[in-house]
């Protein structure tokens, strides 16, 4: 579970490659789109504001002209002088006018009138509109010239006299000219600070897209990485829920110790199988609480491959139970050691059948056997004691052949008996079930025994014998045998007296009725107890050990059972349980 858990925690963060190139392909044609426009409209709003400034210089210095016009004393002079005055602003290059022919006719540096300017424009296109253009210097510094035709006047002037039929401006501009010159005026800005501000925009327009399109991509990264996160969660939460039903209800024991000797897990069949009270082992020293068997098997373990495969036997609260332990290491991804463990089942029952049927086995090979030399012993007994009673007859006046002649004939009848309940126990055994009351026939197979355990000093105890009627469906005669067989062996068992229990249970829910024999006896040795149902096994010096083979017998007949529970120098304890309902057993 836990090397489980670790691998969803490392798998949630992985991210597909192809989930990156997604994004990217995404993001920055739409990043670089929205930059190249910002550029592109910061470089327009540039040009539009050095052309409006430009726009308005022009018309500030038509304006001055004008003014300088109207007061009728106006020459070349004052044109120079407004151009210098107006070029001292310092984000200001150039002021310059020139002729149709391209010749400076004004200059804010009066040593370049005269002179012809450089990259002429078509100045016959100059017209009434603002035209604008980048050049460079010769230092390479950037320029943005805007010009267009230089018209203070409009080309009419109203004086004292009138309207004027030439233009004042341009007699007074070039007073040796008859002919009205066509000039464009020029103004230079510097576009160093623009530029430099433009470039420091767009490095900034830059720097945000590239945060943009990290925090785009961190921000697809993060849900992609929260939606795998719920999603490890969620699978997390479904494998935790699923494995712990399998390990709580599994029928087979499972118990992890940790690597410090602790437990760190078991399950419910582990704590009903080693009586552990639920909830108070975790975290607790296995020593404490496992039987010392069962942590034996850790020091067994050689190997991570190594794997102990065992059946042991366990005293659990006084009582010995036989398990078959499986026991590992355990260890992570990373090749960690987690701790050990043990997988436990109970094969005590499993034990007890694999003996039952190896018993039955035995005794259907026996049983056949047995059949077989009964047959063939008992017509040469016949004869025998044909020959017994004649030498008796016939020897009637020697006491001595008369003595031998009875212990022939005695011996003979006991053989007889011995292979009678051979081949009883042989053949298959019938039973003539009805519905009896239980409590008539223990009584009358006790009134039977009166008269042996009056004799032994018995004392016979009926106090838990119910006075009601208690209904079950069997064979009364063979019930009888049996109860007669179990009363007569505990009554030899009490050889200096003792109490001779008898009592009846009746289990309503289960529909069946038991009866318990117990005595004071001498008990039967612990080594014996599973011995007791062979044929032939007797601890008596006279006995044939067919009494309790028979008494399995008809039990098993009935689809009962018999229980033999017994303490040496104590008392024996037989429970036999019986079906109460046709219906049921039939």
């Avoid at 050095?50 to 022009?58: P, V």
């Avoid at 390479?140 to 409009?154: A, D, N």
């Avoid at 366990?314 to 997988?343: M, N, P, Q, V, Y």
Wanted: hydrophobic share 40%.
């Amino acid at each position: 579970m836990d090397m489980k858990k670790k691998r969803l925690d490392q798998s949630w963060i992985q991210i597909s490659p192809w989930v990156i190139v997604g994004s990217l392909i995404i993001m920055v044609p739409i990043l670089a789109f929205m930059t190249i426009k910002d550029i592109r409209t910061q470089q327009a709003n540039m040009i539009m504001l050095l052309t409006e400034k430009g726009a308005a210089l022009i018309r500030s210095i038509e304006a001055g002209t004008r003014t300088g016009m109207l007061g009728l004393n106006w020459s070349g002079v004052q044109v120079q002088r407004l151009i210098m005055e107006t070029a001292q602003q310092p984000d200001i290059v150039y002021i310059l006018i020139t002729d149709q022919t391209g010749k400076v006719v004004a200059h804010n540096q009066p040593l370049h009138i005269g002179k012809f300017i450089a990259a002429d424009p078509d100045l016959e296109l100059a017209g009434e509109s603002i035209q604008a253009r980048e050049l460079h210097r010769s230092d390479g510094k950037p320029v943005f010239e805007v010009y267009r035709r230089f018209t203070p006047s409009g080309g009419k002037m109203m004086g004292r006299g009138g309207m004027m039929s030439h233009d004042w401006f341009y007699s007074h501009m070039f007073p040796e000219s008859q002919n009205q010159q066509k000039l464009t005026i020029f103004v230079g800005l510097d576009m160093g600070p623009i530029v430099a501000t433009n470039k420091e925009k767009e490095h900034q327009n830059i720097v945000i897209a590239i945060i943009m399109l990290l925090l785009g991509f961190s921000g697809i990264v993060s849900i992609i990485i929260a939606q795998n996160y719920r999603s490890a969660r969620a699978s997390l939460s479904r494998i935790k829920a699923f494995s712990d039903n399998i390990v709580e209800n599994m029928p087979v024991g499972l118990l992890f110790i940790g690597d410090h000797g602790k437990i760190i897990t078991i399950n419910d069949a582990s704590e009903k199988m080693l009586m552990i009270s639920p909830g108070t082992s975790i975290g607790t020293a296995a020593q404490d609480i496992v039987p010392c068997q069962i942590t034996d098997l850790l020091e067994e373990i050689h190997g991570d491959n190594d794997i102990v495969f065992k059946e042991i036997q366990c005293s659990i609260h006084g009582k010995t139970t036989l398990l078959e332990a499986s026991a590992g290491i355990l260890r992570d991804d990373e090749d960690h050691f987690l701790g050990h463990i043990i997988l436990l089942r109970d094969i005590s029952e499993i034990d007890h059948l694999k003996k039952e049927v190896q018993r039955r086995e035995r005794l259907a090979s026996l049983g056949s056997l047995a059949a077989g030399i009964a047959h063939e012993i008992r017509n040469p007994l016949s004869s025998i004691k044909g020959f017994a009673t004649y030498f008796k007859e016939r020897y009637r006046d020697v006491p001595e052949d008369q003595k031998t002649a009875d212990i022939m004939i005695r011996e003979v009848e006991r053989l007889n008996r011995v292979i009678g309940q051979l081949l009883e126990f042989a053949r298959p055994m019938n039973v003539g079930k009805r519905d009896v009351d239980i409590v008539e026939v223990v009584n009358q197979s006790l009134d039977m025994i009166g008269a042996q355990a009056q004799e032994g000093t018995v004392s016979i105890d009926r106090g838990h014998i119910p006075q009601d009627t208690v209904h079950a469906y069997l064979d009364p005669d063979r019930i009888g045998q049996v109860l007669l067989n179990i009363y007569l062996n505990a009554i030899e068992a009490m050889t200096e007296g003792g109490t001779l229990s008898v009592g009846v249970d009746e289990d309503r829910v289960n529909h069946t009725v038991s009866i318990r024999i117990s005595d004071t006896g001498h008990g039967i040795p612990t080594d014996d107890i599973g011995r007791i149902f062979d044929p032939y096994y007797t601890t008596k010096q006279s006995g044939t050990g067919l009494g309790l083979a028979i008494v399995h017998k008809i039990i098993e007949a009935h689809a009962g059972k018999v229980k033999v529970q017994s303490t040496p120098g104590q008392g024996t304890v037989v429970i036999v349980t019986l079906p109460a309902d046709r219906k049921d057993r039939d």
